[in-house]
């Protein structure tokens, strides 16, 4: 029976009705089978398939399903009974309820079983039922006998309700009979096929491969020689009293013992079908005329069950014991490899100790508690100072090296591991003696390994180096102390109550009290002029944990009563191991005599007004003279007049926005200065690009350039620029993409490269400006840390007359020239450098003497370029209004950003930071673009960005930042990418209207 159409309740089984109509056929085609075999003299069937059948297809059927299965089984009884055999319709449904009740229990009672052990309960997949356990064979069998019981005691009822009470004796014991063989055989045959087509399903070629293999060849051989065997037995004529029925056992031996359950299963359905259509065509040793009409049949169906049950518990019995057999020597196999394993590990475990105790720092033997030393390591040698050799000459003991005055303590170590339950001793500290009658101190501890024999193991450290620097340690506290004490600065400890700890006498004498007379006592207690300023300045300390340095304190102290003295003092945090700040180091310089010295020279300078002026001059000129030595101070220098121009700035901006808001009244005056502040504002946005171009780290005002173009434009520049002795060639490659770059920038780069080209050539050369496309591969990394992608390789090359390699060396450090002082800066190649790397890309120099100079500069062309350009598109029509969210922890960058974008015509939502904008979106409040600061609290603006982007995919976004640090140049990487925009502050409500509109343009493009 092809039950595996009735189990799983999967889509993959196809559909329900399918599967119980392909049950009900093949149900009434046992049927018709079993009716068909029916022997002739008794008129019963010799088994009945049609029990078996119906049993497994309750077990491999979900129990949402039995109620089909039945009435698919019901229908088929009454087409076979009714309509094929004509019997009465109360007569079939009487037989119907018998084998629906029959199978029903049957299933019940295998599940029954197998309640505790391998079923699925409630999945309606009976995983433990298969053809191949013996556990299965007994299940089956014990079901083929007890639920037989209740269908042929129902079926003969009902015979009995139709022809009487004669006919229940009859019936009962032929019903019974005929579906124990049934199940017997049937049952297992199904579950085989199932399991067959399950593999069939889940692997065919695999299936295929198996059906055409010796093994199949073979099976196939075991059930043809089965079949020829039954048919010669159960085919032909016998006379009565010869026992050949046996002669079609053996045959059943071949595929139980070497083809397996599904096989055997296979082969004694072929038996009972032979056995039974012999038998039901008046051949074979059951229809003989000797025999009674209603013995036949119970002969034959004792036969076939006998002979089922034999032959598959064979099958399963002998598969069990392969499974042993390969079991027992996977484990053998297992416990060799874990014995040759630990083995190996122990003899690794050997020489690891061993090569620790030879190659250990710490001395190490083997002795015993009677003072012999049995074995020794180098460490331990060294420090006694001994030899291998003299361990091997004569024995060594450990008590004839130990100093005289210790070997008290040895007994007292030896007599407390004695007492200890793990035989140790603490560590205790002796010397020995070497034979140079030298002294060494140790650190000695051992542990006994074998009461018994008192053999121990012992751990010698030298502690020679550590008395040593014990002896550093202690000489130099006591030179600090008197340094402490002696020196010409007033010196103090204070607490976290500020109370003195510790005073050196030179403090003590300028507070006019003994140093015992501070400790513990609080500044006001001494000092009460100096409390104040005192107490403020600890609290200082104590609270933010920074230190103090250079402050003024000015005051009277009682040794000096009336005088107004004048401090310089460091108040700098005590701190613990774990960092706390545990009290103040105060180091007081007295400067009053030094103030008035300075007051005096002072006065007296005011009347060299003009040697002031001399020497100023004299010693800007040689600050010039020395500018090439001191380049990298002049960095400092020039950070210096920035900040100073930006104070100007500052200024302006504060002095025109108080003018404002005094003059609100007056709207031209409002308007002027408005102007004012704008205009400041512009001069400290080009102040901070000036200062950020020369730290390499200027803002990029990148746009699309074509090389092609841009080189053809240099050229003609250029070659009325550098003269007629320079000529200027352009080596244009193929195939150039546009490159992304501050035109302005780039073109005064190129500039460079051609005067320092010409400078180069003094009587005169070739200039070839060069450009290629050059793809990075991921791999391998590239020389100037380019990463990977595409770039436009822009190169100058002249025929001058090149560098050696120090000067080569240097050719990019700022402030380095080889021209003349009037003639050059040495910023040049410094500031082209930055403007590579802050764009994306690296500059590299190549130069020999007489070979002439390449300068290299890579520039990134990104693929998709035209969204970092999408024209800005028109104004939004009256009424169709864009929402912005604009996130700032500055209350008022946010406020006029806000309220200039609402004036330009946006809807505009504001934030003060991360989580609250998250917190907007997450509500699903209507935003277009996000607009955020780069440097916020907590959470930044690219991980804003990010966030946003998990949340609303998609979501336009501007960066604003008014730093260059490293996350801003992660910054510039998202920007040149295409990942979202970046402006730099200060930005114009104008500038970013602007980029806003550019946002919706590229949106609404990649929408068409």
């Known amino acids: 029976m092809a039950v595996s159409n009735a189990a799983p309740s999967s889509p993959r ?114 995983t433990a039922i298969s053809p191949g356990s013996l556990r299965t064979v007994a299940i089956i069998g014990g079901a083929a006998l007890t639920a037989p019981i209740l269908g042929a005691t129902i079926g003969a009822t009902d015979m009995t309700l139709m022809e009487g009470p004669a006919a ?88 139980a013992l070497r083809l397996g359950a599904g096989a055997t299963a296979l082969a004694c359905a072929l038996l009972a079908l032979i056995a039974a259509s012999g038998s039901a065509a008046g051949h074979g040793p059951f229809a003989v005329p000797t025999l009674a009409p209603m013995l036949q049949p119970v002969l034959l169906q004792l036969f076939l069950y006998v002979a089922t049950v034999t ?16 079991a027992l020597g996977a484990l053998n196999l297992g416990l060799t490899a874990q014995v040759t394993e630990r083995g190996t590990a122990l003899a690794m475990r050997e020489a690891e100790l061993s090569g620790l105790f030879a190659a250990s720092p710490v001395g190490i033997t083997r002795a015993d508690l009677d003072g012999r030393i049995h074995e020794a390591n180098d460490a331990f040698l060294r420090i006694v100072g001994l030899s291998h050799a003299t361990l091997s000459a004569e024995p060594l003991r450990w008590d004839a090296l130990t100093a005289p005055e210790y070997r008290a303590a040895d007994r007292a170590a030896i007599a407390e591991a004695m007492a200890s339950p793990d035989g140790r001793c603490r560590p205790f500290e002796k010397e020995y003696i070497r034979p140079d009658g030298s002294r060494v101190p140790v650190l000695v501890s051992f542990a006994l390994i074998d009461r018994g024999s008192g053999l121990c193991a012992a751990f010698i450290v030298d502690l020679s180096e550590q008395r040593r620097a014990e002896a550093t340690a202690r000489r130099a506290l006591d030179e600090l102390q008197m340094v402490y004490a002696t020196a010409p600065v007033g010196l103090c400890v204070l607490d976290r109550d500020l109370r003195w700890v510790r005073i050196n006498a030179h403090l003590a004498e300028i507070n006019g009290a003994p140093a015992e007379a501070h400790i513990g006592r609080r500044i006001g207690e001494i000092l009460p002029d100096l409390a104040e300023a005192g107490e403020a300045l600890g609290r200082r300390v104590l609270d933010s944990g920074e230190p103090v340095l250079n402050v003024e304190i000015t005051g009277e102290t009682p040794a000096r009563p009336g005088v107004r003295r004048i401090w310089m003092e460091d108040w700098l945090p005590l701190r613990d191991a ?148 320079v000529s200027v060639r352009v080596d244009i490659g193929p195939d150039l993409p546009a490159l992304l770059a501050d035109r302005g920038q780039l073109e005064t780069v190129l500039v460079n490269f051609a005067t320092n080209a010409r400078d180069a050539m003094p009587e005169g050369g070739t200039l070839t ?55 050059g800066t040495g910023l040049g190649l410094s500031m082209a450098r930055g403007f590579a790397e802050q764009s994306g890309g690296a500059l590299a120099v190549d130069s020999a003497p007489g070979r002439g100079t390449t300068v290299t500069l890579w520039l990134p062309a990104p693929e998709r370029l035209h969204e970092a350009t999408t024209p800005r598109s028109a104004r939004p029509p009256p009424g169709a209004v864009r929402r912005v969210l604009i996130v700032d922890d500055e209350d008022t960058v946010r406020e006029t950003l806000a309220a200039g974008l609402e004036d330009a015509g946006f809807d505009v939502l504001t934030a003060e930071s991360g989580a609250e904008a998250l917190a907007l979106l997450e509500a699903e409040e209507t935003v277009e673009v996000l607009v955020c600061d780069l440097a916020m609290p907590g959470m930044g603006g690219i991980a804003l960005i990010r966030a946003a982007e998990a949340c609303r995919p998609g979501l336009q976004a501007i960066l604003l930042t008014g730093y260059m640090g490293e996350e801003a140049q992660m910054a510039v990487g998202g920007a040149l990418s295409g990942t979202f925009s970046l402006l730099r502050k200060p930005v114009t409500i104008a500038q970013l209207a602007d980029r806003i509109e550019m946002l919706f343009a590229r949106a609404e493009s990649r929408g068409r």
Request: charged share 20%.
């Open 769 to 823: 400006l060069a450009a290629a496309v050059e793809q990075i591969p991921p791999r391998p990394l590239h020389p100037m840390g380019l990463k990977p992608g595409r770039y436009v390789r822009l190169s100058a090359t002249d025929t001058g007359t090149g560098m050696d390699r120090a000067t080569l060396a240097r050719a990019c450090e700022p402030f380095f020239t080889t021209k003349a002082q009037e003639h």
């Open 311 to 326: 032959a598959q518990a064979l099958a399963v019995a002998e598969a069990e014991r392969r499974r042993a057999t390969a």
């Open 578 to 725: 774990a960092g706390q700040v545990t009290g103040i180091n105060v180091v007081a310089r007295e400067v009053t005599e030094q103030r008035a010295a300075e007051a005096a020279l002072a006065e007296l300078n005011r009347h060299l007004e003009e040697r002031v002026r001399t020497e100023v001059a004299a010693r800007e000129e040689a600050q010039a003279r020395a500018a090439h030595a001191e380049r990298m101070q002049a960095l400092g220098q020039l950070a210096g007049g920035i900040a100073h121009d930006f104070n100007n700035v500052l200024q302006a901006v504060q002095a025109g926005a108080g003018l404002i808001e005094h003059r609100v009244a007056d709207p031209a005056s409002v308007r002027r200065f408005a102007r004012t502040v704008l205009n400041a504002a512009e001069r400290g946005a080009a102040i901070t690009r000036r200062l950020l171009a020369f730290a390499r780290r200027g803002e990029l005002r990148a746009e699309p350039i074509e090389p092609a173009t841009l080189l053809d434009g240099m050229r003609d520049v250029l070659s009325h620029t550098l003269g007629s002795p």
């Open 168 to 255: 229940f004796a009859r019936v009962w014991k032929v019903w019974w009979a005929a579906d124990v063989v049934g199940v017997a055989v049937a049952a297992p045959l199904a579950l085989a096929s199932v399991a067959i087509l399950r593999d069939i399903r889940a692997d065919p070629r695999r299936a295929a491969a198996r059906a055409v293999s010796a093994r199949g060849r073979e099976g196939a051989a075991a059930l043809l020689l089965v079949t020829a065997a039954a048919a010669g037995v159960f085919w032909t004529s016998v006379s009565p009293g010869q026992p050949i029925a046996f002669l079609a056992l053996p045959p059943l031996l071949w595929p």
């Open 13 to 126: 089984t196809g559909p329900a009705a399918g599967i119980i109509l392909c049950f009900g056929l093949l149900y009434l085609g046992a049927a018709l089978l079993g009716h068909a075999l029916t022997l002739p003299l008794s008129h019963v069937a010799s088994f009945w398939p049609a029990a078996g059948l119906y049993l497994a297809a309750l077990l491999l059927a979900p129990p949402s399903r039995w109620p089909a299965i039945i009435a698919a089984g019901t229908a088929a009884n009454l087409v076979s009974d009714t309509l094929v055999l004509g019997r009465p319709v109360g007569l079939v449904l009487g037989f119907a309820l018998a084998n629906g009740l029959e199978a029903l229990f049957g299933a019940w009672l295998v599940r029954r079983v197998l309640r505790h052990g391998e079923a699925s309960e409630g999945t309606g997949n009976i």
